[in-house]
């Protein structure tokens, strides 16, 4: 793999020098380049590189930013655990797609997702295959043939078709990559959280088999899982990118989960200079702050709500408070910065998909009209996508093989069975 990756780099450097070249072949993940996508795409890509015998060079592109893989550090874990070094990746601010696309010289395959933002409406004509897990959003045609089938991780189907047509260049780091992409999608393989599907465990199982040092399932998930939520090291813009919503409507709001205690996070010295600054550059007039840490197995809330404006900041704190679809039950707490409202959340279990409702019914109230989305129509913040997560309300995990010690489990099944969509 890391061969093919320098290769890959080299292809790059050279496009620049020479627009006469031969065509590329780009494989492509999501925008929210969460594990499964970054997988997949490397996984696809190599698989290409190994079976097409084309004159074009076969890339692996992550679909985000160079310097938003900080934010992805279950995927930067992963990378460490295989020995993948994280500067032979490609990203896509490193290749003008358009320009490839503009010159002739583009061909596409879309894994983990069917269908291409608004932002890259114009790359359309190059897509010639697509292998996707969710639901099928794509007119047909028999110019893109279309691997499509909901099972639980994308890594599934691709490890399906290289077990089938080139089970050859499957070594050991590949297998991780691909075992790692299955297991967490699928929430450890456990039947009670609804993700993973028959096909998922038969891939798993002919991975464990043909490969009997893979990690162990459960600890996989488990320092996988644990990752994903590690802020250790990010700042306090990165803190705020990591887990990202925005709603937009008569005042742009973002809404960050942060995976700390608001207390602690508001102890960072110039954070309300920081929160401005950032406000400022993103064209956000408020930012809403949901903190989640755990007493054990049981989640903590803490909101705050922070804007340059003290009518902004109070009529959404007073929405907030006063709201019973679901009351969130928000009791105020000191709070060492005058432009942060800050409320202990005594419903714990309103997570960010409950608030994101209220938030958008505040701007349509205030508005006396609709309000959409960040996603949606108009001009979009500069900001990354949130991951896709796999851990669903209610999943208790098995344990896999070999299991992990039973308080362990269930401290991981509640911890993150009742965080939902954070």
Do not use: W
Request: hydrophobic share 40%; aromatic share 4%; glycine share 6%.
């Amino acid at each position: 793999m890391e061969e093919f990756l320098r290769s890959c780099g080299r292809s790059v450097k050279d496009l620049d020098l020479d627009r006469a070249g031969p065509p590329y072949h780009v494989v492509l993940g999501n925008e929210a380049c969460d594990l499964d996508s970054m997988v997949s795409a490397l996984a696809v890509a190599y698989f290409l590189s190994k079976t097409t015998h084309q004159n074009l060079a076969v890339l692996p592109v992550l679909n985000i930013r160079h310097q938003d893989l900080v934010l992805r550090s279950d995927n930067l874990h992963l990378l460490d655990q295989t020995g993948l070094d994280q500067n032979l990746l490609l990203f896509r601010d490193q290749l003008d797609l358009q320009d490839l696309q503009d010159t002739g010289r583009l061909t596409l395959t879309l894994v983990d997702h069917n269908v291409l933002p608004r932002a890259d409406s114009g790359l359309e004509g190059a897509v010639v295959e697509v292998i996707d897990h969710h639901v099928l959003e794509r007119e047909p045609s028999p110019s893109c043939p279309v691997t499509m089938e909901t099972v639980g991780s994308c890594a599934t189907l691709v490890t399906e078709r290289i077990l089938r047509e080139a089970p050859g260049i499957l070594d050991q780091q590949l297998a991780h990559l691909l075992y790692a992409a299955v297991v967490v999608d699928c929430v450890n393989m456990a039947p009670a959280a609804g993700k993973v599907t028959p096909k998922d465990s038969q891939v798993a199982a002919a991975l464990e088999t043909r490969f009997p040092s893979l990690p162990p399932r459960g600890a996989l998930f488990t320092t996988l899982s644990n990752a994903k939520f590690d802020v250790s090291g990010l700042n306090v813009e990165q803190m705020l990118l990591k887990d990202m919503k925005v709603v937009t409507g008569s005042l742009n709001v973002a809404i960050s989960v942060l995976y700390i205690t608001l207390e602690e996070f508001l102890k960072g010295a110039g954070l309300e200079a920081e929160l401005s600054s950032f406000c400022q550059r993103s064209g956000f007039d408020l930012l809403v702050l949901m903190t989640i840490s755990f007493s054990g197995s049981e989640p903590n809330r803490d909101l705050g709500v922070f804007s340059t404006s003290t009518s902004y900041r109070e009529q959404v704190s007073r929405y907030l408070e006063q709201t019973r679809s679901p009351a969130l039950d928000l009791r105020p707490i000191s709070s060492p910065h005058s432009l942060i409202t800050a409320f202990h959340q005594g419903n714990a279990l309103a997570s960010r998909k409950k608030l994101l409702p209220l938030v958008k019914d505040f701007l349509s109230e205030r508005a006396g009209g609709a309000c959409c989305p960040g996603d949606g129509e108009g001009e979009e913040p500069d900001v990354p996508p949130t991951p896709m997560n796999s851990l669903v309300d209610g999943c208790p995990l098995d344990g896999g093989l070999p299991r992990i010690s039973s308080r362990d489990l269930q401290d991981l099944q509640d911890r993150f069975g009742r965080m939902g969509d954070a």
